[in-house]
């Protein structure tokens, strides 16, 4: 396994399980600083097929409970001239290890270790070409404050935008709640890091994604369980301190599209209103938020997108797939 002077190891190219065009490879990051062994994060690829050209890459990162497996998204950047990247973080997806607690990590900014050395990956297979940073929930608010602190190092480069589908910018509920529920779990994860919160469970979502609940979509359930993996409280204490940190202000140095549904739904059960919807955020709280990105940002509310807008029902993805084609078009 080839390793740099400093940093993370890294293995060779692989199978993926998504199957032919595709390809994974593991970065080793060593003992987890979290205490729960060795870790690792793996980079998908989509193999450029002949005829393709490139001019840019895309990195892709998930959300919490998730996984890349949207291959209609990879092959949308290859017809436009982007290489095609993924990442699973540590301990999401395929790098989660037996015996390791699904998404948990105390600090968001630990991810950074795994995100440089993927920029990295996509400059050994295209250095050179700028790359376009896609990241979906969760990973719509570990990306920008990742390359906040890239552009405050002076390491914007090689990214030149970033797309946030449906990012999580701040805590749902009453708002009168947010600050007493921030504040005991600062004292909680003290203690009891891992201790999973008891939180209502809801395969609202799931089911309207995935095939055995009528949805287009037939992904790992063992990676993205339709109910989503317990929530543990030093997880949660790590998302709200990015919530405020965003709320501060970032300056992420790239232009920056943010996509989302124009409306909430939140309901026990599944109804036909829960497939035009976003059913896990609330909406209004991306709007309110997305300025603090800093550069210049475009909003853009996608009508009856899902929570994954690029996993919306067709008509609405071509809506979603549309506006993104226009905002990749202003960046050449």
Aim: charged share 25%; glycine share 10%; net charge negative.
């Amino acid at each position: 396994m080839p390793r740099r002077a400093q940093g993370p190891a890294w293995g060779e190219w692989q199978p993926d399980p998504l199957g032919e065009g595709y390809q994974q490879r593991a970065i080793d990051l060593g003992e987890d600083p979290d205490g729960e062994g060795q870790i690792q994060a793996v980079v998908v690829r989509r193999a450029v097929r002949p005829g393709e050209r490139v001019d840019g890459a895309v990195l892709y990162v998930h959300g919490f409970s998730d996984y890349f497996f949207q291959t209609e998204l990879a092959d949308f950047f290859a017809e436009r001239g982007h290489a095609f990247f993924a990442i699973d973080l540590r301990k999401c997806g395929r790098a989660r290890r037996p015996g390791q607690t699904a998404h948990h990590v105390s600090d968001l900014a630990l991810c950074d270790e795994e995100l440089d050395a993927a920029l990295e990956l996509v400059a050994e297979d295209h250095g050179g070409v700028p790359v376009v940073v896609v990241a979906h929930s969760t990973g719509g608010l570990i990306t920008p404050l990742w390359l906040d602190r890239r552009r405050a190092a002076g390491r914007v480069e090689p990214v030149a935008g970033l797309v946030l589908n449906s990012p999580w910018f701040d805590l749902q509920g009453k708002p009168y709640l947010r600050g007493p529920v921030t504040w005991a779990l600062r004292g909680l994860a003290k203690v009891s890091p891992l201790r999973p919160l008891d939180l209502p469970a809801s395969t609202v979502y799931g089911d309207s994604l995935h095939t055995s609940g009528g949805g287009e979509w037939d992904f790992d359930t063992e990676l993205k369980p339709l109910g989503g993996f317990p929530v543990t409280i030093g997880w949660l204490n790590a998302v709200r301190r990015g919530h405020a940190r965003l709320h501060r202000g970032l300056d992420v140095g790239v232009p920056s599209l943010v996509l989302r549904s124009d409306k909430t739904h939140v309901a026990s059960t599944w109804s036909e209103a829960s497939d035009r919807a976003d059913t896990v955020l609330d909406v209004r709280q991306i709007a309110r938020w997305a300025g603090c990105l800093g550069d210049e940002t475009t909003v853009v509310p996608v009508p009856d997108a899902r929570h994954d807008v690029f996993l919306s029902l067709p008509e609405v993805r071509r809506t979603a797939y549309a506006r993104l084609h226009d905002w990749l078009s202003t960046r050449r």
